[in-house]
């Protein structure tokens, strides 16, 4: 729904609020790295501690950002994130980013290892760093799910139909991404249509738990169980993996995101879901796919 009551907030353009406050969690996090990234560079013993430290300063920039624009910009209350947890609805959205996600990593997966283009070259059991990467994983989900889906994608349909909103919200999703490592095109494609997969069920229900279950589930199974690099960025594994193939079939160095795979498959799902909600919540004017 396109806002109507312009004269309450302190920023009267939804789009306005979030552009602003994506400058703002950028910002704030470079200030954070800045002041404290030296210091944890000269006392980190482990990749994951690093990642860690990284992750941790990105849930604190959104945090920051997302409750004071929330509270002094939109002049709304903080249920409107889309945290509360009521039991069924909960369950059911989170059973069902579970599900998404698990799906997309299966299957395309399985067809990289019955064409011969991944292999599994052993096992190696890391419990203390499985559980650490459990955590670390949880926390890129909620900051990254709180910034785009629960700030931005939300004050974005109050300027635009919610399949523009969702679409503009899904490329600086991707957009956020461009400075990682090994970063192309193929990889712009894949985050930008896990973005649309992602965001999907929030423009019907406006709650963030299958965004966020999605999204942690989709990082942990892709980095530290399969052995995937997780968006550039290599991570310890429970499998260690040999990749061999093209990098727009595999995704190569950036990780299983920017494969050719995940791009169709996400596709797939977009537009499942997206059927299935409009009709679940009979949405009439939004467009029919």
């Not at 929330?70 to 947890?85: C, E, H, I, M, N």
Request: net charge positive; aromatic share 16%.
């Amino acid at each position: 729904m396109l806002e109507t009551n312009k004269e309450f907030k302190a920023i009267p353009f939804g789009w306005m609020r979030a552009i602003m406050l994506l400058v703002t969690y950028v910002l704030l996090l470079f200030v954070l790295n800045a002041l404290f990234g030296k210091l944890i560079l000269r006392n980190a013993e482990n990749d994951y501690l690093l990642l860690g430290y990284n992750v941790g300063c990105s849930l604190v920039a959104a945090v920051i950002s997302v409750l004071v624009f929330t509270k002094f910009a939109d002049k709304q209350p903080l249920r409107v994130l889309g945290l509360s947890v009521e039991r069924h609805n909960t369950v059911i959205n989170s059973l069902t980013g579970m599900a998404a996600a698990l799906f997309v990593l299966a299957c395309g997966s399985f067809i990289l290892l019955i064409f011969g283009h991944l292999k599994i070259l052993e096992r190696d059991w890391l419990p203390v760093p499985l559980v650490i990467y459990l955590f670390i994983m949880l926390g890129v989900a909620l900051a990254e799910e709180l910034v785009f889906r629960g700030y931005i994608l939300r004050n974005l349909m109050g300027s635009f139909n919610p399949v523009i909103a969702l679409l503009i919200s899904s490329l600086l999703f991707a957009g956020l991404h461009v400075m990682n490592n090994h970063f192309n095109v193929m990889a712009f494609l894949g985050i930008f249509s896990a973005g649309m997969v992602i965001g999907v069920n929030y423009i019907f229900t406006k709650n963030i738990w299958y965004a966020v279950v999605f999204h942690w589930l989709w990082n942990f199974f892709q980095g530290p169980i399969l052995g995937y690099p997780v968006s550039g960025i290599a991570i310890n594994s429970q499998f260690i993996q040999d990749l061999q193939g093209p990098d727009w079939l595999t995704g190569g160095a950036f990780g299983y995101e920017a494969s050719v795979f995940v791009i169709l498959l996400n596709t797939a799902i977009f537009l499942f879901l997206y059927k299935q909600y409009s009709t679940k919540f009979k949405v009439s004017h939004l467009p029919n796919f």
